[in-house]
């Protein structure tokens, strides 16, 4: 098994870009967003990121962490949820290589915030 799946299950939740759709994922977190107004706070975050702007990254950063965090499953579903995090992973892994290794990038990223910002 993936030292990268658990890990990403383990972390505190947030919402990645994968291909075109976004994904709220961290510990007992897996669910597509499809809200706009959610959605949009991620657009104002990678536009502050772009910027280079500490105040609104912060801000963003955990805004968006509060909005995955509200995507959490109730303990007794972790295994279930785990599962199915854990083989949407392994299919974008050998189907889509490019968006695997653009979601890792993501999730070193966040980690690299979370310890700046957090």
Not at 101 to 116: G, I, S
């Given at each position: 098994?993936?030292?990268?799946?658990?890990?990403?299950?383990?972390?505190?939740?947030f919402i990645y870009q994968i291909g075109e759709a976004y994904?709220?994922?961290?510990?007992?977190?897996f669910a597509r967003v499809t809200d706009t107004q959610e959605l949009d706070n991620m657009e104002l975050f990678q536009n502050a990121l772009k910027k280079k702007n500490d105040r609104q990254i912060a801000k963003y950063l955990e805004k968006l962490m509060r909005i995955a965090n509200s995507y959490r499953v109730d303990a007794r579903e972790h295994y279930k949820l785990q599962e199915k995090l854990f083989q949407f992973i392994d299919e974008l892994e050998t189907k889509d290589k490019s968006t695997f290794?653009?979601?890792?990038?993501?999730?070193?990223?966040?980690?690299?915030?979370?310890?700046?910002y957090q």
């Open positions: 098994m993936s030292n990268f799946k658990e890990n990403l299950y383990e972390k505190k939740s994904y709220a994922i961290g510990t007992n977190t290794q653009n979601l890792q990038t993501q999730v070193f990223q966040f980690d690299e915030l979370t310890e700046k």
